[in-house]
T-cell receptor
Framework: DAKTTQPPSMDCAEGRAANLPCNHS???????VYWYRQIHSQGPQYIIH???NNETNEMASLIITEDRKSSTLILPHATLRDTAVYYC?????????????FGKGTKLSVKP | EAQVTQNPRYLITVTGKKLTVTCSQN?????MSWYRQDPGLGLRQIYY???????DKGDVPEGYKVSRKEKRNFPLILESPSPNQTSLYFC??????????????FGPGTRLTVT
């Protein structure tokens, strides 16, 4: 599985877009990029995933560079409830384990 | 409501006293797993199960047992808990197949303290 690199922390003003970067320069062609978040000691929550096309759902947008070496998770209008640790994971789907390897993630602090 | 439930949510116990943390999901998911989360170490998988009666070790299985006799339940058993098993535990379930197999649903967590 490709290793991902994220900044340890970021701040964002309430109501503004939060852009969380992730580097995955060793990603292979069949590895998806997944984003999860964890709000203080709660269970991680799935946000979005993608392979090479940009993706959008009700929670966020995922922008993947053309070379797939990096991606950005965008929360369009951050609220205080979006304060959490955000994890970027690159993983081949399918297979026998389904083990998501969570790194240290980015601690996003949304400030009023 | 689709959910993963865990019980108990908080538990303080003593070394050597057997305990079970229950996990149940109502989404008919084939795949279930247990993680533990410790400061500085992130989430690490303990055991997983691909279906009823099919279980396997994750990254940190020592000191733990699991069983999967029914699809919805996946209990975590600590036969003889030790202080180094003090941690925050999460159960997760996933539907099988396709890219959605990594849309894991996590339970609320069980905070275990072993003294």
């Amino acid at each position: 599985d490709a290793k991902t690199t994220q900044p340890p922390s970021m701040d964002c003003a309430e109501g503004r877009a939060a852009n969380l970067p992730c580097n995955h320069s060793t990603i292979s062609g069949n590895e998806y990029v997944y984003w999860y978040r964890q709000i203080h000691s709660q269970g991680p929550q799935y946000i979005i995933h993608g392979l090479k096309n940009n993706e959008t759902n009700e929670m966020a947008s995922l922008i993947i560079t053309e070379d797939r070496k990096s991606s950005t998770l965008i929360l369009p209008h951050a609220t205080l409830r979006d304060t959490a640790v955000y994890y970027c994971i690159a993983r081949t789907w399918g297979g026998s384990q389904g083990n998501l390897i969570f790194g240290k993630g980015t601690k996003l602090s949304v400030k009023p | 409501e689709a959910q993963v439930t865990q019980n108990p949510r908080y538990l303080i116990t003593v070394t050597g006293k057997k305990l079970t943390v229950t996990c149940s999901q109502n989404m008919n998911h084939e795949y279930m797993s247990w993680y533990r989360q410790d400061p500085g170490l992130g989430l690490r998988q303990i055991y997983y199960s691909m279906n009823v009666e099919v279980t396997d070790k994750g990254d940190v299985p020592e000191g733990y047992k699991v069983s999967r006799k029914e699809k919805r339940n996946f209990p975590l058993i600590l036969e003889s808990p030790s202080p180094n098993q003090t941690s925050l535990y999460f159960c997760a379930s996933t539907p099988r197949g396709g890219a959605s197999s990594y849309e894991q649903y996590f339970g609320p967590g069980t905070r275990l303290t072993v003294t």
